[in-house]
């Protein structure tokens, strides 16, 4: 996720962004009510276990 957190910050990557890695959904997106705070989420397919982190763009 930290990754993921650098390269939005240095615009390598673009939104929405989704990959699998594993057992892994990873997603990143804009919330829709909240303009600028961007949502990463990671959801292990095999037990549900679910991480989510938000980010505020200041960009």
């Known amino acids: 996720m930290n990754r993921l ?3 939005f ?3 390598a990557i673009a939104l929405p962004y989704q990959e699998d890695f594993e057992t892994w959904h ?3 997106l804009e919330d829709s009510r909240k303009p600028g705070l961007i949502v990463l989420e990671a959801i292990n397919t095999k037990t549900n276990v679910a991480f989510s982190k938000s980010i505020v763009d200041g960009y």
Do not use: D, G, L, T
Request: aromatic letters at 12%; zero cysteines.
């Open 26 to 28: 990873i997603s990143m």
């Open 9 to 11: 910050k240095n615009r």
């Open 5 to 7: 957190e650098y390269e």
